[in-house]
């Protein structure tokens, strides 16, 4: 078999790896519903979360479905017109259908798995568990199977398409036209992601602030107490805004590594072979996460601590497996380029540490932020101060890990004696980092699950002991997720760069001979510079004070029902949950709206103004303003969250004192910071950067400077 | 007079300007302290004030010595191996003592005015306005003064050793090196101005924050009430932060705008007659303002509006003066390219727009910071979450500000042909901008003077009307500042973008066939870039926590005080002020010494692992992100302070309910935000350019990369 035979062959292991990633989340979503469900109490509430999540994911696609269908429109208008590839049009539909797929089937999971997780915890720790990381597994590998999938089909035809209906000349250039058709639909996907982020995010964090604004502080009741209008708003917003948004916000980044990694690995000059190591990898991955899966067994007399070990056992052994089988990759497709494993370890360590520090930060086993909790002996304000300070002290770690990163993948894939190389290996490290997504989305996702199976623990009246348990799994969840954020904002920020890097190879590849000057001191680049590191801000702004608006209207709707229902108080009469599910889903859709659009505009109006060069400033900028906005709006929001929990568990005199409730405003600020700003600043630094690359043309065509 | 006589005629203007300025400030001060104190109580006051504002400045000066003088060690040697100019050493000490020295005048001018304008105001408003402005006048003119003083006598020193003691071959070249040296005192000037912005800043929120925290939240006293033991360091801190702090900073944003300007008209091929242009238009606005400041009359009547439109007045007035001859001093001195005229205009008109728009989001006359205050309604977290929001979507307008500025001085003063003509065009823009500082500054720093005389007044028992009339001179004193605010920062950012060109032009310099590589897609360039937006964060984040800890301190201190001094809250003894001065004096001077560090620090050890280009990464990112971070927290400060004090005024049920004690928080955390952080992020952007170009030599000897 010549190599190029090989190369040819190893690319149906794609189709094969999409098959067996949702063969096995077919499975376990099959063991996670032959459980059962539980008593009426668990089954009611259950159906009442899950009817909330579906009426808004309805809705949600049918409000995304008219943006999809005018955007195909002007794709469409401008494939016609000969600005575009025909197949663009097409391909963003795609993205954003199996984006918007891996949301739904998780969130479906999700709210199976919640009544189903809360009726095992009346068991056992360890039965819940199970429960729980068997839905984190369903989300994981529909994920990165539905990824796999969407490139396949698209890998196929095109290279029929080119073989057959519309034959070029050369495989190097078959290559190049394969990989910068399939990159715009990475623009899909992440418009798909945003508003799935943007619009959870919203709906979950508005009802959850308007929920603890009245029932906690007003009305003096405990969280997730059946008589709080709001709790079942809370908990539909923990599947829509965690586990959907999460699912298309990972499709997206998953799927946007790949693809930029695929543009470069043309560019620098490696043809189909260099195409197939990050599709291969991915592959390779998505086995090394189901071997891992089978590794997350515990004992019946599990400790949370063991539990602990048991999660991170399954992801070791599986970066551990993929470190290893990366290496005779690159060695069988690039063997004169061994380097390019260099860059993919980098990545897999980097997103090991930074999670690692994101713990660090954010958990309160350690200093920074038990320190957060002392602040709050002197009140709110220095709460909120320590808070931001320990979240703006945070960024330096996973900037150094990245900057390490990134020049350690440069340079060991080549970067030296040829530039293009050295990206390639850069976009690799992101693909490195993100191989094993299979089994760190399965421990991240689990954890709104278990979240959501607390809730239902104390609406349906379960033992304390349930309760307990669910806690034991939530405060897992906690770390996990830790870990699941670190690899979800570095992989961002190392896609972004691909993703730059992948615009400017597009303008090359329309005028080969154009002129850019992208030097920081030419005044376009710079001004571009300026407008992107804002960017993240008003989006942020736009965010954030959207939570705050739509938490407004619920903190009205309950205060009107406490004041309105008689006998809610006291538990003859049932509030009205519908109510509330529907204010968060109608503010969440129309909130969304605005920062979607702003993240589509600001590119492309950019460009006009400012031109290719000013646009690649635009794109530089936001990664590295959103970068360190992201990170340190998720760790503020994180040690906030774990600072209050920490004071629960008893310190500076426990719940309901003074400390708690300057605490529980930290915990307030930070939601909306950690759930919705920050998750969402990552889907937008790769969204304007496929904006620009899909609109490049028009851009070069009609660009003012 | 042939053009080069001309030319060489008109530098004389400089000495001219500094010794007008300067007796000008002296005449003013006359004016002030002719004026009487008034009784005893306010005298005793009024010099415990000045006591302790004078033991700070000599003991923060003391420490300042000992940087400056190991500073001078290490550049000595530098010098010495001839890898730095041999000025340089002397040049970094004259711009730190200059800019120590404009701050410790505009110290000693404020503690005499504020109890002369406590007792003035006991008279009438106007007279209390006269006198707190005159003080104004006199910051103003020092810091303008010093500028041109310190111009002055390196210009005729540095030319008198090019052309006698040792000769250089051409104008051309003698232009170069003069502008070169110079260049590097801006290095001094921004020391000093972060040790006194941030030192003085971690004072005045510390001593702010701790005396608000227990008198007004714990023991439930007034502010400025004398019970309070930290209510003297409270004032001491709005004379050496406020007022120190600002001066040091304003004279090195002056000096910065000018010295990079001289070194970029030189690289443009402008020669002497280039070098010209930025200083003369430092001449001419200070007489401008000279002549402006005389049209700030007021009649005996005087409402709070007809004194802002005094303010106005002057100011307006200055800005068409400069306007008008700016264009007769760029015609006769480059009449080849008239359109730097217009670079000149639009940084004079980019600085008004700014500061309208910083009125427009943090005055309680608008929309947002109204609605800022509804969100008190609903407790703490939701004005915490609108305040960040606001300040983030604020970023907005001066980003966009500042890029029309930046593009249009570009494309102007001729970037298309001769890219360094429009560079000089940029930095032309700062010096228009800050052309007219005198005057800006002159009612920027009344401010505080008023809001010290408010303190006194309420310290010594003086009628209500008295402390009326010194409330409504601070709440003018707000909206003054956010225009001297908006002046700050949008030059600091148009003379950071000069101050990177000028780096890169030092490196030519000293290998003229460099191979510069600053693409943005170059891995060092975009590890600087993330290195250098992480930077802002990193300080504020220092920055803030310190003043967390040293109010923590003070709030230990006051409690200690209130239980142990018996008597002390019944008024029959007398608080312990001393001591609170003394703690705050030392946490400040213990806590700048870090991020001051890391601002010499990082740039340096950035050069050596990433090389020339990724210095220059560094200080674009940390120029982008550093000004996006430094208009948020100044913004989110300044909304919530006046948020706080339109509750005051009687909306939401006014003082002490719940709305105004949500308010209360907010404010507080606006504090480190606005006085602390958000001023000192504008000199950091500055001082780790200068720093660059000093160590550039160094830089390119020893780098990794």
Redesign the interface.
Known sequence: MTHEQLVSFLYYLVPVGAAAALLFAWIQSRKVLKSSEGDAGIVEIAAAIRKGANAYLHRQYRGVGIFFAGMFVILGILALLDMLNPFVPFAFLTGGFFSGLSGFIGMKIATAANSRTANAARNSLNKALRIAFASGTVMGFTVVGLALLDLSIWFFFLRFFYTVISPVASAAEMAQRITSAMLTFGMGASSMALFARVGGGIFTKAAD?GAD?VGK?EAGIPEDDPRNPAVIADNVGDNVGDVAGMGADLYESYIGSILSTCALAVAAGYGFAGVAVPMIMAVLGMFASLIGSFFVTTKEDATQKSLLNALRKGTWISAALIAVVAYFLVATLIPENRGLYVAVLSGLVAGVLIGFFTEYFTSDHYRPTQQLAD?AL?????I???G??????S??VP??I??AS??IS?YFAG?INN?NH??FG?ALSAVGMLSTLGITLATDAYGPVADNAGGIAQMAGLPEEVRQRTDALDSLGNTTAATGKGFAIGSA?LTA?AL??AY?DQVRLIEPDFS?N??????????G??????LP??F???T??A??RA??SI?IEVRRQFSEITGLMTGSAVADYARCVDICTQSAQREMILPAVLAIIVPIASGFILGVNGV??VL??S???G??LAV?MANSGGAWDNAKKYIETGHHGGKGKEPHKAA??GD??GD?FKDTSGPSINILIKLISTVSIVFVYVIMQYSL?
């Open positions: 602030v604004l502080v602040t002197t009140g709110p304000a220095t909120i101060i320590g931001i300070s320990l979240g703006m002290l960024t330096a900037v150094i990245i900057s990134v020049l440069y970067g530039y050295g990206l850069v920020a760069l730059i890097a400017v850019f992208l030097t920081l001191t030419n005044p376009p680049v710079l001004v510079l300026f407008i992107g590191a804002m801000f008003i942020s702004s736009l954030m004070s939570v705050g938490a407004q903190v690649a400033g530089a900028g990664m590295v303003s970068f360190v340190m529980v405003v307030t600020v909306p400077l």
